[in-house]
């Protein structure tokens, strides 16, 4: 990347870029004769506060999810077209953790909005004024700003001429199917070929971005044979190209193959791998393999190696005459001590007591009458295990010993009481919390969906749809349901704040007037 400050990328500018990228060599004449004309879109006026915020709203999501986020971020200022750095800044975090983001992006975003304040951050004039290298070196300073974040602030908000986001798949993957090679360059090969496309690389970029979605090179005249239909084709022996069914599920198609591969090398790992090693064996950056992996499977990869290793080790300790030692190797722990460190949150309960079908394991519970009507609380060695509510206290108990069926159930202990009393104060007055560990035992996903459940402040609706987004999979609307049905402790991982798109209460396991109760009283405190 130069530091040249000037860019000239008006229609002209662009026409004389694609005229000297088409004259490199056969491949890109071919391919940029194939896409037309460039027509990059930038967005000049656009502050670097805000070219900055949005671009972190919209790190490891779907578009539409970012779109969701960011809107209601932006509801939160209905007097401006976006919040000022100031705004941001004296607003309560919980009502902007509310909008979907992670605590992590949230510190980020008001790092952002923090820097400035302080002048770290310039303003537009400023930064148009700074050559590339001295703005990426004052932006990836902050807290969650990477390299490629600034380089794309680069692209559409300075609309420098001569950028290339070598970290970037979509650049790398591009010139690897622009050359037919078998592996896409690495960041530093790819740098030392993006020399040749001095000054016209941010050009360059966009071409190859487009690559994947372009049609295929165009054959010689003497390979070509002409048919009057289809079926006339197809009577010949040829079938239809997989471009006929659209680039876009190509591209799919491949993401889903890298992530793929992937997985099988996490799986065929004796210990999980490092992020940097499996994104180096993609032909990735860490960040973007890191982005692309979430957006693929819901789940970042060390989340896939956890849940992969307690699928083995479930699977291991099941087995005919099983032993805790060789289970542990054969789920690829290297040691007994790295083992027992996690055995707990992969099983459960300790490893002798899943192999006894869960005998040994104690739970105590009590039972109880709040203004809902009757209410189980259970607790494990770890925490609350369950909060069950309904109308007959019998039932209640049924329901615990068939979802603990080897368990010790320990009812009538006085010293227990004291907890029953704590979760009946949380939900008679949701706003005083309920400040005891919880056992969450579900799947990989649902364990995802009742971490967002958790982070839904007293008083706060959202939609089943939204909780999807939040997730990374809006697809998953049905899952996510089923998810908060599952869900077997009340009101403390709040399913009853979850509604559908609508605003209509919807189902409820404990009984919808229950639910609606909660809202009430949550809404007035």
């Not at 967005?43 to 709203?57: F, G, H, N, T």
């Not at 591209?251 to 793929?260: D, G, N, P």
């Not at 992996?293 to 005459?321: C, V």
């Not at 798109?501 to 229950?514: E, P």
């Amino acid at each position: 990347m130069t530091d040249t400050i000037a860019a000239d990328l008006s229609p002209r500018a662009y026409e004389r870029a694609s005229q000297y990228l088409s004259g490199l060599d056969a491949d890109w004449a071919r391919h940029i004769a194939n896409v037309g004309p460039c027509r990059h879109e930038a967005k000049p006026a656009r502050e670097p506060y805000e070219a900055l915020v949005r671009a972190i709203a919209y790190q490891q999501l779907h578009a539409k999810a970012g779109d969701a986020i960011l809107a209601r971020l932006l509801a939160l200022y209905p007097g401006a077209a976006f919040p000022s750095p100031a705004q941001l800044l004296s607003t309560d975090p919980d009502l902007q953790r509310a909008c979907g983001f992670s605590a992590a992006k949230l510190a980020t975003i008001r790092g952002i909005a923090q820097a400035a304040v302080d002048g770290i951050v310039p303003s537009l004039d400023e930064a148009r004024r700074l050559p590339d290298a001295a703005l990426i070196e004052r932006l990836v300073s902050l807290r969650g700003v990477g390299r490629w974040t600034v380089e794309m602030f680069l692209i559409y908000s300075l609309e420098r001429s001569d950028v290339l986001p070598v970290d970037d798949f979509g650049v790398r993957e591009g010139y690897r199917r622009l050359k037919g090679l078998e592996k896409a360059p690495t960041p530093r090969q790819m740098r030392e070929i993006g020399g040749a496309w001095c000054p016209w690389r941010t050009v360059a970029a966009w071409y190859l971005w487009r690559l994947p979605n372009s049609t295929a090179r165009l054959p010689k005249r003497e390979n070509v044979e002409f048919f009057d239909s289809a079926k006339a084709a197809e009577a010949a022996g040829y079938r239809p190209s997989r471009r006929a069914r659209g680039d876009q599920t190509s591209a799919a198609a491949e993401r889903a193959a890298l992530v793929e591969g992937a997985c099988r090398l996490i799986e065929a790992s004796e210990t999980p791998p490092q992020l940097d090693d499996l994104a180096s064996e993609i032909g990735m950056s860490p960040s973007h393999f890191h982005r692309l992996f979430k957006a693929e499977t819901g789940l970042t990869p060390k989340a896939y190696s956890s849940a992969y290793r307690a699928r083995k080790l479930r699977e291991k300790l099941s087995t005919t005459n099983a032993s805790v030692t060789n289970a542990i190797y054969g789920a690829g722990f290297n040691s007994n001590s790295r083992f027992y460190e996690a055995s707990d949150q992969l099983l459960g309960m300790r490893a002798r007591d899943y192999l006894a079908g869960g005998t040994g394991t104690v739970i105590r519970f009590a039972v109880g009458q709040c203004s809902l009507g009757a209410i189980l609380v259970a607790q494990s060695q770890r925490g609350i295990c369950a909060i069950l509510l309904g109308d007959d206290p019998d039932a209640l108990v049924r329901d615990l010993q068939d979802r603990f069926r080897k368990a010790q159930l320990i009812g009538g202990d006085a010293e227990f009481e004291q907890s029953i009393a704590q979760v009946v104060g949380f939900i008679e007055a949701p706003a005083i919390g309920l400040h005891l560990p919880l056992d969450v035992q579900g799947t990989a996903f649902q364990e995802r969906v009742w971490r967002v459940l958790r982070e839904i402040p007293p008083g706060t609706t959202v939609s089943y749809a939204e909780i999807a987004e939040r997730i990374g999979a809006p697809k998953a609307v049905r899952a996510v349901a089923q998810a908060c049905a599952a869900n077997h402790i009340a009101v403390a991982i709040p399913c009853h704040r979850v509604v559908r798109r609508d605003g209509d209460i919807a189902g409820y396991r404990w009984g919808v007037h229950r639910k609606r109760e909660l809202l009430r009283r949550e809404a007035q405190t």
